[in-house]
C-alpha cells in the first residue's frame, strides 16, 4: 500500500490563499457556489472543499471553474 504523505504548511496555506481567490472571484461575479457546481457539474461537496481549501483541485475543475466564473485561470491562482 502506498505511503500517504501529509502536506507541507506552506502548500496548505498556499492552497487556502487560492481557495480564497477563487471564492472572492466568485463572489465578485455575483455567482452563488451553486451557480458554479451548475455550470461546471463538479459535485456541490468537492467545490466546497476546494474554496474552503481542504482538497487540492485538479488542473481540469480549476479550468471548469475558471471558465463558469468568467475569468482566466491565472486570476484564480496568482499569488
Not at 485538479?58 to 475558471?66: G, K, S
Amino acid at each position: 500500500m502506498p505511503r500517504v504523505i501529509p502536506p507541507d504548511p506552506r502548500l496548505l496555506e498556499r492552497r487556502r490563499r487560492i481557495a480564497a481567490q477563487i471564492r472572492a472571484a466568485r463572489l465578485y461575479a455575483n455567482l452563488s457556489q451553486q451557480d458554479i457546481v451548475d455550470r461546471t457539474g463538479m459535485d456541490r461537496s468537492s467545490y466546497q472543499d476546494i474554496e474552503h481549501g481542504r482538497s487540492s483541485p485538479l488542473l481540469d475543475n480549476l479550468l471548469r471553474i475558471a471558465d463558469a466564473i468568467g475569468v482566466p485561470l491565472a486570476d484564480l491562482v496568482r499569488e
